[in-house]
């Protein structure tokens, strides 16, 4: 009897780590950028990109550069036309614009990781 309860608990935590896993996968996170880049720019980019690590691991990370011909497209979706942070989901085309966020909370790395895991759970939610 005891095994079976642990067996079923062990299926229950990991069907629940496969739907969070799920819900993360759906969305993106993008920062845009121009050729020559601030230093807080780059802090943004690092910032982000250790919360993700962190705590989404399966959240795709996308670093953009607005003067790359190729990217114009892009730039243009997001009205992007230099540093700009966007939580994106590809599938129903929502976004959310952390650009004003991230250069507040750039200097503050406790509180750019609170308030980013914040901005992703909220995302996710819808």
Do not use: W
């Amino acid at each position: 009897m005891k095994r079976f309860f642990i067996s079923g608990l062990t299926l229950f935590f990991f069907l629940l780590s496969q739907i969070s896993s799920n819900a993360q996968t759906k969305i993106e996170v993008i920062q845009f950028h121009s050729e020559h880049r601030c230093v807080t720019c780059v802090k943004i980019e690092k910032l982000t990109r250790a919360t993700l690590t962190k705590n989404y691991p399966a959240i795709a990370f996308s670093l953009v550069n607005v003067d790359d011909k190729k990217n114009a497209k892009k730039a243009e979706q997001f009205e992007a036309s230099g540093t700009a942070l966007f939580l994106y989901d590809p599938k129903t085309g929502k976004k959310k614009d952390l650009t004003e966020f991230a250069f507040l909370k750039a200097g503050n790395e406790i509180a750019f990781d609170a308030e980013l895991k914040k901005y992703i759970a909220d995302f996710i939610k819808g």
